[in-house]
């Protein structure tokens, strides 16, 4: 029966969460502690169905041309490579701290996206370090020195609590470099998918893998992952935007509570 609960919580996790651009780490985790799990077995199972919510969402978002793969393959290397390092050395903290940093890297990124977003003017000279892309019908401009060692940092702290990253990566497109948040969201799921792979890859390797729950949690986040992308697709990109930073503000609070009554482990 347990099981089946959980599962019911998967699927509605994965259609908001695949509605702003991520697996719904954040959320499944908080909720598989809840269930019994430690915070590191919840960070290996969350990342698994992450990853099968991700990539179910991509091929809704790919169809709809809001994915820009070049920008994928520029910045997510250093936050996949990063990730597993993370997720490996996760022991290293203790399960009260893993959940007291992943609160307050939440709260950091729902209070970022409530920002309202300024329109940037396009610089037609070009400077090193500065890319300028151009993706369906949209233009914006890539800071490289910022991009790359925050998306590096996003993916060891991620990789080490057992998220995809796309609750730092999506402010960090939106606000920092002026990408759409259409585009961001689409873009955002094959990064999540990555990382959150290579994250599960190291807790694995340490250990931390329980299958019990895994084959209903991702028929679960699957569906949840098809659901959520469409109504990706028909929604406002300001409302996209709120959702987003409720929805992390809210597992940030879940965290938060669960760290302060329960035991570490």
Sequence with gaps: MKVVIIAMVT????????????????????????????????????????????????????????????????????????????????????????????????????LLMLRPIKEKPHESQRRIGFWKRQYNNCEYTVNLWLVIPITAATGFAAGMVGVSGGSFKIPLMVLACGIPMRVAVGTSSVMVAATALMGFLGHTISGDFNPAWVVPLILAAVLGGLLGAKFSIRTKPENLKRIFAYTTLAAAVFMFVNAMFSKSG
């Design 11 to 110: 699927l509605c996790i994965a259609i908001l969460m695949a509605m702003t651009g991520r697996g719904g780490g954040n959320f499944y985790v908080p909720v598989l502690v809840a269930s019994g799990l430690t915070i590191h077995e919840a960070a290996t199972t969350g990342q698994l169905i992450l990853v099968a919510t991700a990539v179910t969402a991509l091929l809704i978002f790919q169809k709809h041309k809001t994915v820009d793969w070049k920008l994928v393959l520029l910045i997510d290397p250093p936050t996949d490579i990063m990730a597993f390092v993370g997720g490996y050395y996760a022991h290293i903290l203790s399960g009260l701290v893993l959940k007291i940093i992943f609160a307050g890297l939440l709260v950091l990124a729902s």
